[in-house]
């Protein structure tokens, strides 16, 4: 494993994020249309509305009070109800395919990089972008290199700042902003 993971900004939200691999999960998954900051903060909203982070909690908890809890101001993502549809289904996958424990995903029968990818994006939530960019989270940042693990991330896995992959401070931050912002541009250029 690498350094303590540096995503919010905010120490406790960090620390469940470099504690739990599952919160690292959720915070992947709830990484779209809100900056990525909000979106790893997520699970720490979460444990503290729950009084704890727990898989089987989440995935047993009834549907309609943990969309509740996950739309409570400051809701947990800007799309709060189908955001807590998406964790708690996810969730499920990970206590019904891995027995809770969401680091099975890339250990279980010590997959190469290809296989994690397949199980990321066989995950509710994850496509084949989002399920790179935690392939890449991983590898450069938790120390989960199988091989072949950069080409099965893609772009994700070269050493340019272009995802939450790279993002180690606040520099790095403004790096990826930075990325995104210049491919946006580029992509409207060329329409």
């Given at each position: 494993?690498?350094?303590?993971?540096?995503?919010?900004?905010?120490?406790?939200?960090?620390?469940?994020?470099?504690?739990?691999?599952?919160?690292?999960?959720?915070g992947m998954l709830l990484d779209q249309q809100v900056?990525?900051?909000?979106?790893?903060?997520?699970?720490?909203?979460?444990?503290?509305?729950?009084?704890?982070?727990?898989?089987?909690?989440?995935?047993?908890?009834?549907?309609?009070?943990?969309?509740?809890?996950?739309?409570?101001?400051?809701?947990?993502?800007?799309?709060?109800?189908?955001?807590?549809?998406?964790?708690?289904?996810?969730?499920?996958?990970v206590v019904d395919e891995y027995d809770g424990d969401?680091?099975?995903?890339?250990?279980?029968?010590?997959?190469?990089?290809?296989?994690?990818?397949?199980?990321?994006?066989?995950?509710?939530?994850?496509?084949?972008?989002?399920?790179?960019?935690?392939?890449?989270?991983?590898?450069?940042?938790?120390?989960?290199?199988?091989?072949?693990?950069?080409?099965?991330?893609?772009?994700?896995?070269?050493?340019?700042?272009?995802?939450?992959?790279?993002?180690?401070?606040?520099?790095?931050?403004?790096?990826?902003?930075?990325?995104?912002?210049?491919?946006?541009?580029?992509?409207?250029?060329?329409r």
């Amino acid at each position: 494993m690498t350094d303590t993971l540096w995503m919010t900004g905010d120490d406790a939200a960090d620390r469940l994020l470099d504690d739990d691999p599952f919160a690292l999960l959720v915070g992947m998954l709830l990484d779209q249309q809100v900056p990525m900051e909000t979106a790893f903060a997520g699970p720490a909203k979460i444990a503290d509305r729950m009084g704890g982070w727990d898989v089987h909690r989440i995935a047993e908890a009834d549907s309609e009070q943990f969309a509740a809890l996950c739309a409570t101001p400051p809701a947990v993502h800007r799309y709060p109800g189908s955001m807590a549809g998406r964790i708690q289904a996810v969730a499920r996958a990970v206590v019904d395919e891995y027995d809770g424990d969401v680091t099975r995903i890339w250990t279980d029968g010590d997959p190469d990089g290809p296989t994690v990818l397949r199980r990321l994006k066989a995950l509710p939530g994850f496509g084949d972008q989002k399920a790179r960019i935690f392939l890449a989270l991983l590898g450069k940042q938790r120390g989960v290199q199988p091989a072949g693990w950069r080409e099965a991330a893609g772009a994700y896995g070269d050493d340019a700042f272009r995802s939450i992959a790279d993002v180690r401070d606040a520099a790095s931050l403004g790096k990826v902003r930075e990325t995104k912002r210049a491919a946006k541009a580029a992509a409207k250029a060329a329409r």
